[in-house]
C-alpha cells in the first residue's frame, strides 16, 4: 500500500513538469511559426523589392532622396534578415531542446510505467493471494460458524430439555404439594413441627385455636392453658413429659379446646414421635399431626348412648341376618318373650314365632321388606310360657353397602297394657301441637307410603308447598299469641280440603304441605285455586279485620320426580317462584325454574351492589287532566340499568327486593330523588308538578314510615301537596286498623292519597268510607279491553261513578290507544296515564316535554 501511494504521488509531479514543458514549447511554436511566415514573406518581397532598388540606382534623375530610401530600405532588409536568422536560429535551438525534454520526459514515463505495471502485477498477485486467503478464511470460519452453531442448537437443546424437566418436576411438585394441601384439607388434618432445640413450634392453620403458623415454646403453653379445658390440661401436660422422658413410644393424646367463633368445646387429637433425638437419647426434635375428633366424640357418644337405648329401653330390639336368624336381642326382648339370649340367637324367626298364620304372616313381611324396606304389623304372640299377648312389630331392612348384604332391625312393644299411651304418644310424636295437622315426621312417614302405593299402582299424586306470604311481619305486628290464633285459623281452613286431600301436614312456622292424591294436573290447579280463594278470606283479630295470603308450589309424581327428596326439593323451588311473582298464587315445578330460582339469587345480589353503586335511576310517567288537557302530575317509576343485563324490569326486581327487605331503601331513594326533581321544575318555573310515589305493604309495616316521609319533605323543600302516595288495596286491608291510623297521619301532613290498582284486590268498596284517601286509580286490566268489552266498561264506569259520589278524583292507568282516551274523557274521568300520552321519561326528558307545555301554555 505504501509503494502504491508513493507511485501514485509521483505521478502528478512528472506530468506536471513535462506538461509545463510542452506548454513552453508550444508558445515558442507559435512565436517561431510567427516569424518564420513574417520571414518568408520578406524573402518573397526581397527579389522585387531588390529589382525595385536596383531599377531606381540605374534611373537616370534619380532623386537622392529616393536614393537613401532604397539604400535605407536595403539596410533595414538586411537587419531584418539579420533579425529572423538569429531569432530563427533560438527557435531551433529551442525546438531541439524541447523535443529532448520530450524524448526524456517519454522515456522516463515508461520506466514509469514499466514500474508501475511491475507494481500493478505485484499487487494483483498479492490481491489473488489474498484473496484466496479470504477465501480459504471465509470457509474455515463458515465451518467453525457452522459447527459452533450445531453445538449451540444441541446446547440449547440440552437446555430446553432440563427446562421442561424441571418445569415438569416443578409441576410435579406444585401438584404434589397441591394433592398434600388438599389431602391434609379433606383429612382436617393440621400439621407442627416442635424443635426443641431453638424452642419454637411451627404449625399448619387449624381452625380459629391454632391459626398461628410459629410459636416459642412457652408462648405455645401458654395458648394451650388458656384454650384447653381445666379438666384436660394436665392429662396433656403428662403425656408430653411421659414422651419427652421417654415413658411413652408414641405421643398421642386427646382434649378439649375452646372455639369461640363457634362457642362450643372442640375435641382435638394430638399425634406425633420424635425425629431426631442427641446420643443421650433426649428428643431434639418432633413431627405430629392434629386433627378435630369432635364428630368422632359426638359418634361415640351417641354409640354409647345408642346402646344405653338399646340396652335400657322398654321396647324390645332384635337384629335379623338375611337368613332372618336372630344375630342380637336387648334385655328389654328378652323381658318381653321370657326368652334367653342362648336360646333365640342363631335361631330363625320364623322357628321362634308362635303367632297364628305365620307362614302367611312372614311370607308377607319377607315381600314388603323386599319391596319398600318396612314392615309394621300387630300380631299375637307366645311368650315362653305359652302366655299369648298383643305386640306391635316393626322391622326396617338395613342395607350395609359394604358388606354387600342386608340386616332387619326390629322392633316390639307389648300391647297389653299401653295401647292408650301409645296413641296418644304417637298423636304427640306425628301431629302438630298447635293446629292439630300432621307434622313432619309423619307428613315423610305418608309421603313414603304415598309413594310406595303410587308405584305399585302406577298412579299419580301431587305435593303442595303452601307458604304464608309475609307472616314474619304480621308474627313482629300483632306478636306470637295472635299470630298463633291466625295459624289455627289458616290451619283450619286447609283441614276443609281433607275430602281430597290424603295428607295435610304443618312443617314450620309457616310452612304447610298437602299430599294430594289421583289427580290431573288440571285438576290440581282448580285444588289450589280453591285453596287460595278460601284462605285469603278476611281474618279477625279481636275487632280488627287482617287479610292473609299465600304462595303454593306443586310438584307431581312421577311427572316431575321419583323420589320424596327430589319432590320436596321441587316444590320449594316453585313455591319460590310463587312468591317472586308477588305471591298469592300457585306455580307448578318445571325445569326452567331452577334457572329462575337461580336468577332470583342473583338478581337479590346484583341489588344490594346496585344500591350501593348507584344504578337505580328514577323515570316519570306524566298524568294528563283531561279537564284543561294538561300535565299536572307524574308518577316516579324506578328503573334498573344493569351493566351486564341492560335495562330490567321492575316486575324482575321489586318482589325480590320486598322479600330481602331492599324496598325500604329503594323506596326511600326514589321519594328522595323524584321529590327534589319536583322542586327542581318549581324553581325552573316549568310548573307545580305533582309527584305520586308508591309505597309497597312492606314499606307500610315500618314503624318509622311517617318520620322518614316528613324528613324527607324537610331535606327536599317540597310542599307536601305536591306528593302523591300510591297504595294497592291488598298493602291497605292488610291491617285495615293500622293503615287507616297510618293514612290519617299522612292526611295530616298535607299529602295526597291514592288507592292503585283499584278492583283488582278484595273490591271491599265499604272500606273506602273510613280511608282518607283522594282518589282511586283504576287498574289497567279493566282499561285494556274497555272499548271491547261491555262488561270492562260497566266496571269502569262503576268505579268512576263511585269515586264521584265519594268526592274521589279517578285516575286510569295503562291508556294505550285514542279509543280507550275518548271512552275514559266521555265517561268523565279526571286523570289518564300510559304509553297514549307518554312512556315513562328519565328526568332530562320528562324537563323537555314540561317545557314545551309550559311555553305551549304561555304562548295562549
Known amino acids: 500500500m505504501t509503494m502504491s501511494g508513493n507511485i501514485s504521488s509521483a505521478r502528478p509531479r512528472a506530468e506536471d513538469n513535462n506538461s509545463a514543458r510542452l506548454s513552453t514549447a508550444s508558445d515558442a511554436d507559435r512565436g517561431f511559426f510567427s516569424l518564420r511566415n513574417l520571414y518568408r514573406l520578406l524573402l518573397l518581397l526581397s527579389v522585387p523589392l531588390a529589382v525595385l532598388v536596383t531599377n531606381l540606382l540605374l534611373a537616370p534623375g534619380l532623386e537622392p532622396w529616393l536614393l537613401i530610401a532604397s539604400v535605407a530600405i536595403g539596410f533595414l532588409l538586411l537587419l531584418l534578415h539579420t533579425s529572423i536568422s538569429h531569432s530563427e536560429q533560438a527557435q531551433s535551438r529551442h525546438r531541439f531542446q524541447v523535443r529532448k525534454d520530450v524524448t526524456d520526459f517519454v522515456n522516463r514515463s515508461q520506466q514509469k510505467m514499466r514500474y508501475l505495471a511491475s507494481q500493478l502485477k505485484e499487487e494483483t498477485r498479492l490481491k489473488n493471494e489474498l484473496e484466496q486467503k479470504l477465501i480459504k478464511l471465509e470457509s ?23 427446562i421442561k424437566l424441571r418445569q415438569s418436576i416443578s409441576n410435579a411438585l406444585g401438584r404434589s404439594q397441591t394433592r398434600l394441601s388438599q389431602a391434609i384439607s ?45 379438666d384436660d390440661y394436665a392429662g396433656l401436660q403428662e403425656a408430653i413429659g411421659d414422651y419427652l422422658d421417654n415413658k411413652s413410644s408414641h405421643f398421642k393424646v386427646s382434649y378439649r379446646v375452646f372455639d369461640a367463633e363457634q362457642d362450643t368445646w372442640l375435641w382435638i387429637e394430638d399425634q406425633g414421635k420424635a425425629v431426631s433425638r442427641d446420643k443421650s437419647g433426649q428428643v431434639l426434635r418432633m413431627l405430629g399431626t392434629r386433627r378435630d375428633i369432635t364428630q368422632q366424640r359426638r359418634h ?14 322398654n321396647e324390645g330390639i332384635f337384629v335379623l341376618n338375611h337368613r332372618f336368624e336372630m344375630v342380637s336381642v336387648n334385655q328389654a326382648f328378652r323381658k318381653i318373650t321370657g326368652f334367653e339370649e342362648s336360646e333365640l340367637l342363631g335361631k330363625k324367626w320364623l322357628d321362634l314365632s308362635h303367632s297364628p298364620q305365620k307362614n302367611k304372616v312372614f311370607k308377607q313381611a319377607r315381600l314388603q321388606l323386599a319391596q319398600s324396606g318396612y314392615w309394621d304389623a300387630e300380631l299375637l304372640e307366645q311368650r315362653k310360657n305359652g302366655e299369648y299377648f298383643p305386640v306391635r312389630v316393626q322391622v326396617n331392612t338395613i342395607r350395609v353397602a359394604s358388606a354387600g348384604t342386608s340386616y332387619f332391625a326390629g322392633l316390639i312393644s307389648d300391647q297389653t297394657n299401653n295401647k292408650e299411651a301409645d296413641e296418644k304418644l304417637r298423636y304427640l310424636l306425628n301431629y302438630d301441637e298447635l293446629t292439630g295437622l300432621a307434622n313432619r315426621t309423619l307428613f315423610k312417614d305418608r309421603m313414603h307410603n304415598a309413594l ?18 309475609r307472616f314474619k311481619q304480621i308474627n ?9 290464633t291466625l295459624l289455627k285459623h289458616f290451619a283450619s281452613r286447609l283441614s276443609g280440603s281433607m275430602n281430597q286431600a290424603d295428607t295435610i301436614a304443618r312443617l314450620g312456622d309457616d310452612e304447610f304441605a298437602i299430599i294430594l292424591p289421583g289427580k290431573n294436573r288440571e285438576d290440581t290447579g282448580d285444588f289450589a285455586r280453591e285453596i287460595l280463594r278460601e284462605i285469603t278470606k278476611p281474618y279477625y283479630i279481636g275487632n280488627q279485620e287482617l287479610i292473609m295470603s299465600s304462595s303454593i308450589g306443586i310438584s307431581t309424581f312421577p311427572g316431575d320426580g321419583k323420589e320424596i327428596p327430589q319432590l320436596i326439593r321441587q316444590a320449594g323451588v316453585a313455591v319460590r317462584q310463587a312468591k317472586y311473582l308477588g305471591g298469592n298464587n300457585f306455580q307448578f315445578y318445571t325445569k326452567e325454574l331452577v334457572d329462575k330460582s337461580r336468577f332470583i339469587v342473583s338478581i337479590e345480589t346484583d341489588l344490594r351492589n346496585a344500591l350501593k353503586k348507584g344504578e337505580l335511576e328514577v323515570y316519570y310517567q306524566p298524568k294528563l287532566s283531561l279537564h284543561n288537557l294538561c300535565i299536572e302530575s307524574v308518577e316516579a317509576l324506578v328503573r ?28 326511600a331513594n326514589v321519594m328522595e330523588t323524584a321529590c327534589k326533581q319536583a322542586r327542581t321544575w318549581y324553581d325552573q318555573g316549568i310548573g307545580t308538578i305533582n309527584v305520586a310515589i308508591n309505597l309497597s305493604a312492606y314499606q307500610l309495616r ?19 301537596n305536591q306528593v302523591e302516595l300510591e297504595l294497592t288495596e291488598s298493602s291497605i286491608i292488610e291491617n285495615m286498623k293500622a293503615s287507616v291510623s297510618l293514612l290519617e297521619e299522612f292526611s295530616k301532613m298535607g299529602m295526597n292519597l291514592s288507592v292503585d290498582d283499584f278492583g283488582t284486590g278484595y273490591s271491599s268498596f265499604s272500606y273506602l268510607r273510613n280511608l282518607p284517601v283522594n282518589s282511586l286509580k283504576i287498574d289497567r286490566s279493566f282499561i285494556r279491553n274497555v272499548d271491547t268489552s261491555a262488561r270492562d266498561a260497566a266496571i269502569c264506569k262503576a268505579i268512576i261513578a263511585l269515586a264521584q259520589t265519594l268526592k274521589l278524583k279517578v285516575v286510569a292507568e295503562g291508556v294505550e290507544n285514542k279509543a280507550q282516551f275518548d271512552f275514559l274523557k266521555t265517561a268523565n274521568c279526571d286523570v289518564i296515564q300510559g304509553y297514549y300520552l307518554s312512556k315513562p321519561l328519565s328526568a332530562p326528558e320528562m324537563t323537555t316535554l314540561l317545557q314545551q307545555q309550559a311555553a305551549t301554555v304561555s304562548t295562549l
Do not use: C
Open 476 to 484: 313482629q305486628n300483632f306478636g306470637h299469641e295472635h299470630a298463633d
Open 300 to 313: 361415640e357418644e351417641q354409640m354409647q348412648l345408642a346402646q344405653s337405648v338399646f340396652d335400657q329401653t
Open 702 to 720: 315500618q314503624k318509622n314510615i311517617t318520620e322518614r316521609v316528613k324528613s324527607m319533605l324537610t331535606v327536599t323543600h317540597l310542599p307536601p
Open 452 to 469: 310406595v302405593r303410587a308405584r305399585e299402582s302406577l298412579a299419580s299424586f301431587a305435593l303442595l308447598y303452601v307458604d304464608i306470604d
Open 140 to 162: 474455515e470460519t463458515r465451518l467453525r460458524i457452522e459447527e459452533r452453531t450445531r453445538e449451540l442448537s444441541e446446547t440449547n437443546e440440552l437446555l430446553n430439555q432440563q
Open 186 to 230: 379433606a383429612s382436617n388434618l393440621g400439621l407442627w413441627d416442635w424443635d426443641l432445640t431453638s424452642q419454637t413450634l411451627h404449625q399448619s392453620p387449624f381452625n380459629g385455636v391454632f391459626n398461628a403458623k410459629e410459636h416459642s415454646s412457652k408462648a405455645y403453653f401458654r395458648l394451650l392453658r388458656a384454650k384447653v379445658h381445666p
Open 640 to 667: 334498573w340499568n344493569h351493566p351486564g343485563r341492560g335495562m330490567i324490569s321492575p316486575t324482575d326486581f321489586v318482589n325480590v327486593a320486598e322479600e330481602s327487605g331492599l324496598i325500604t331503601e329503594i323506596g
